[in-house]
């Protein structure tokens, strides 16, 4: 099997039936090897090597994040506001143990929903952490509220060999990337894949197929990654989305890929679901 996205993997034992019995998650902040998520300016703290920093439970932390082995690990929900800009916390990627990125992702999409959440869609009263920080309750009105993940296909789209990637603006200088957007309501994943690549670049695709998924916490998505065929290769680019957007050869990605001095594109971080479709393609897994 290739290897997964970044933030993907197993994690954390979620333990979801520990949580809603407030008796065995007040048992398990007493446990020896409980353990409570550090916090640095709204996001989880690293160490040197990456790896994130645990210490003893103390108070109350307010969100049961699952379960390493038999420890039970938990944190607390960060003061202040969910930053304006939803990459502000984007710099540590290049810091972070990909092994510790599945709880990283967790953590930071929990406690930014929470953050975003307190009060109750429905009256609009206070609510509260329920079930080990996996929901809010509303006193109120009884409702109960969920943590939620907004569906965004990425996609590679071919054309006789050749792939489609395009830059943003904010996009460093010279990357190019796989096209993306959000999945609308009533929206099928391959519906969505063939609307965002009419909308952006003007073609016509078919044979929309999944490929992998990657949870995405700034502030928290889930990113599904397909590949489509086009129909033709002429682009009408919407500017309004995308600087420019262009066909690739094989052999162009895999210089990119490599580093190469003359590559025509610098490729997405490693940390990025569409680093991998270009790494999976060009190794002739799609």
């Not at 395009?166 to 609307?195: C, I, K």
């Not at 086009?230 to 066909?247: F, P």
Request: with cysteine.
């Amino acid at each position: 099997m290739p290897p997964d996205p970044f933030f993907s993997g197993p994690g954390l034992d979620r333990a979801d039936p520990l949580r809603a019995d407030p008796a065995a998650i007040a048992s398990l902040m007493s446990h020896p090897e409980a353990r409570a998520l550090v916090w640095n300016e709204g996001a989880p703290a690293l160490d040197e090597q990456g790896r994130l920093l645990w210490l003893p439970v103390s108070g109350e932390p307010q969100l049961f994040l699952g379960l390493e082995g038999q420890a039970p690990r938990f944190s607390a929900l960060p003061d202040g506001n969910v930053p304006a800009n939803a990459y502000a916390h984007i710099h540590l990627l290049a810091l972070l143990d990909g092994g510790e990125a599945p709880i990283f992702a967790a953590a930071l999409s929990l406690a930014n929903w929470h953050r975003r959440h307190g009060f109750c869609s429905v009256c609009g009263t206070l609510t509260e952490p329920n079930r080990g920080g996996w929901s809010r309750i509303c006193a109120n009105c009884g409702a109960e509220h969920y943590p939620r993940a907004d569906p965004v296909v990425i996609m590679l789209a071919e054309h006789d060999g050749r792939l489609l990637l395009g830059r943003q603006p904010q996009y460093p200088e010279g990357r190019y990337s796989a096209l993306a957007g959000f999945v609308e309501p009533g929206e099928s994943m391959e519906a969505a894949v063939a609307r965002e690549l009419r909308e952006e670049a003007g073609i016509d695709v078919g044979d929309v197929g999944y490929l992998c998924s990657q949870p995405w916490p700034f502030p928290s998505s889930l990113m599904i990654g397909a590949h489509a065929t086009a129909v033709d290769d002429h682009l009408t680019i919407d500017r309004q989305e995308l600087d420019d957007a262009r066909w690739f050869s094989r052999d162009e990605v895999v210089a990119a890929l490599s580093g190469a001095a003359d590559a025509p594109f610098q490729p997405p971080p490693p940390w990025a679901i569409a680093r991998t479709l270009l790494d999976r393609w060009v190794d002739g897994l799609m």
